[in-house]
């Protein structure tokens, strides 16, 4: 089957700091992954994507690369600032399908 | 009006209300979702609709009833409801099909209180 799992938070970091938020999936055929943030008060919002194998997703200082060989999809982020505080989740979407599957989300507070 | 809207963004009924939420997507995309996200859950998929046709129903209690007229429009109509289905209700669209690796959209979502 198709799912998703990515390290459980809260995350707290001091400002600058390196981040790593784990996702890993198993998956059937060839799926697109992607990571996206959440802010209060706010829906899910795209913040990078991949869609084969090796790709790199990078937005906003943060960067993924999609590994099948380790079935990962790790979200990176060399300095973190107070404004990255929100909900990170990662997904999987089959393509030519309508699926989507969510990972449970993992929340990161940056301090300053 | 540009990407995917949801109105009402606060929404407080007592449990033998109707309402409905609506939600608009401005990106001619053709699938449609409603999710339902609860604090210290995962976000749980509800309908799916593809060309205005319902695609899944993911065991969601008839109390929920979705309408989708059409590639643009969707509705998610309540009716009582219980307290526990408290929670942020949210609306995504895609365009799926073949050669598609498109990502969802989402609207800002309905925060609906039940009382």
């Known amino acids: 089957g198709n799912s998703v799992t990515q390290m459980e938070g809260p995350v707290t970091l001091s400002e600058e700091a390196f981040l790593t938020i784990n996702c890993t999936y198993t998956a059937t055929g060839y799926p697109s992954l992607f990571w996206y943030v959440q802010y209060p008060g706010e829906g899910l919002q795209l913040l990078l994507k991949?869609?084969?194998?090796?790709d790199k997703g990078s937005n906003k200082g943060f960067e993924a690369t999609y590994r099948k060989e380790t079935t990962s999809f790790h979200l990176e982020k060399g300095s973190v600032q107070v404004s990255d505080s929100a909900v990170y989740f990662c997904a999987l979407g089959r393509y030519n399908f309508n699926k989507f599957y969510f990972g449970s989300g993992t929340k990161l507070n940056v301090k300053p | 009006e540009t990407g995917v809207t949801q109105t009402p963004r606060h929404l407080v009924m007592g449990m033998t209300n109707k309402k409905s939420l609506k939600c608009e997507q401005h990106l001619g995309h053709n699938a449609m979702y409603w999710y339902k996200q609860s604090a210290k859950k995962p976000l749980e998929l509800m309908f799916v609709y593809n060309f205005k046709e319902q695609t899944e129903n993911n065991s969601v209690p008839s109390r929920f009833s979705p309408e989708c007229p059409n590639s643009s429009h969707l509705f998610l109509h309540l009716h009582t409801l219980q307290p526990e289905d408290s929670a942020l209700y949210l609306c995504?669209?895609?365009?799926?099909?073949?050669?598609?690796?498109?990502?969802?959209?989402f609207g800002p979502g309905t925060r609906l209180t039940v009382l």
């Open positions: 995504a669209s895609t365009s799926s099909g073949a050669s598609s690796y498109n990502e969802q959209f």
């Open positions: 991949a869609t084969k194998a090796d």
